[in-house]
C-alpha cells in the first residue's frame, strides 16, 4: 500500500481516536444457496494491542478475523509495535436479511487487559460482488481474488525473506528441555514459504516443542536457507519422498508422543497449534485433531 503514512496520519475508525485503520477490499461471494462476507484490511490501536476482533454485517452475526503480519503498515508507520500483527482477514457466513439491509460493517475489537471491548460502526460501506437479487454466478470473480491473493501474498514472502538472507543472520529456533508436542514440517523448494511457515509457528506458538524439518531434495536456494537454520532437527533427503514417507521420516526422529505435521505452505494463526494441543489432551478418546485450513483470500479450504 503507497499511502500507509497518510492514512496513519489522517485516519482513525472510532471517535476516541484509538483505533487506525482501512479497508483493502469488502465483498459478498455466493457459493451454492449461501452468501458470505469476505474482508480484508489492517487495523490497529495506538496504545495497545490488539488480541482479537469480530465484525460482521449485523451485530447479531458477528464472525471473527484472522489477524497477522503487515510489513507495509508497520514499515509506513514508524514501525509502531503495536501494529505488527495489524493485518486483517476474515470470511463468514452472512444471512440474505442482512445483505438487504444499508450496508454498515459492525466491529466488536477485544484489546489486551481491558474486559469491556470497544464497539465501532462503519457506515456507507460499499460492497463489492453479488446481492441476493443477482442471478449471475460468482465463481469467475472468487477465483480470480484467489489469484491475486496468491500473487500478493508470494511477493510479500518474498520480500520478507529476501530481506532476512540479506542480513547474514542465522534463523534460530527456540529448543525447549522437555518439548510436548514435535512439529514435522515438509519442505520442498520454495524457502520463502518455509520461513514463513516457521516464523509463524515461533510467533504464535507457547508450549514447548521441537521443529523437525524434513527436506525433499530442495534446490540450492533451499539448501542455503537450510544452512541458517539453527535449533531443528533436519534430515536433507536426496530424492522427493513426498508427504507420507516424509512424515514418516519426521516420526521416526520425534521424541515426544504428540506429533503436528505441516507442508512448508501452511502458517500458524494465534494459539492454533496451543489450541490443537489442549483439545487432544482434554479427553483421552481424542486421537486426532484437524484445523481450519483457509487459501490466502479467505475462503475455506477445510475444517477439521
Known amino acids: 500500500m503507497s499511502d500507509v503514512s497518510s492514512f496513519y496520519k489522517n485516519f482513525s475508525i472510532d471517535e476516541s481516536k484509538r483505533m487506525v485503520g482501512h479497508l483493502d477490499s469488502a465483498r459478498i461471494l455466493k457459493h451454492g444457496a449461501e452468501y458470505y462476507l469476505s474482508i480484508q484490511g489492517w487495523i490497529f490501536a495506538k496504545d495497545n494491542i490488539v488480541e482479537q476482533v469480530w465484525l460482521g454485517l449485523n451485530p447479531k452475526e458477528l464472525f471473527v478475523a484472522d489477524l497477522y503480519h503487515r510489513p507495509d503498515v508497520f514499515n509506513g508507520c514508524g514501525h ?40 465501532i460502526k462503519l457506515e456507507k460501506l460499499k460492497l463489492e460482488g453479488h446481492r441476493p ?3 449471475t454466478t460468482v465463481a469467475n470473480r472468487t477465483f480470480d481474488s484467489f489469484d491475486q491473493s496468491k500473487v500478493n501474498l508470494k511477493k510479500l514472502l518474498l520480500a520478507e ?24 514440517v515438509l519442505s520442498y523448494n520454495q524457502p520463502n514459504l518455509l520461513y514463513k511457515c516457521l516464523r509463524s509457528i515461533i510467533s504464535e506458538t507457547k508450549l514447548p516443542y521441537e521443529i523437525i524439518i524434513i527436506d525433499n531434495a530442495s534446490d540450492d536456494l533451499t539448501q542455503r536457507f537450510l544452512d541458517r537454520i539453527i535449533g531443528a532437527k533436519i534430515t536433507r533427503n536426496i530424492k522427493n519422498l513426498h508427504f507420507v ?22 502458517f500458524v494463526y494465534r494459539q492454533a497449534i496451543d489450541n490443537a494441543h489442549h483439545a487432544l489432551k482434554s479427553n483421552s478418546k481424542i486421537g486426532i485433531v484437524g484445523a481450519k485450513i483457509q487459501h490466502p483470500n479467505g475462503l475455506m479450504y477445510e475444517s477439521g
Not at 82 to 89: P, V
Not at 90 to 103: N, W
Open 80 to 119: 509502531n509495535p503495536y501494529a505488527i500483527t495489524c493485518g486483517l482477514n476474515a470470511i463468514g457466513k452472512i444471512s440474505k436479511i442482512s445483505l438487504k439491509q444499508t450496508p454498515s460493517l459492525f466491529l466488536r475489537i477485544h484489546l489486551k487487559n481491558e474486559k469491556k471491548p470497544l464497539n
Open 245 to 266: 514417507l516424509g512424515s514418516n521420516q519426521g516420526a521416526a526422529l520425534a521424541s515426544c508422543e504428540i506429533l503436528l505435521f505441516l507442508n512448508s505452505d501452511c
Open 161 to 184: 525473506y529476501n530481506s532476512f538472507m540479506d542480513s547474514k543472520d542465522s534463523f534460530q529456533i527456540p529448543t525447549f528441555k522437555k518439548p510436548e508436542l514435535s512439529i514435522v
Open 133 to 135: 437479487s443477482s442471478e
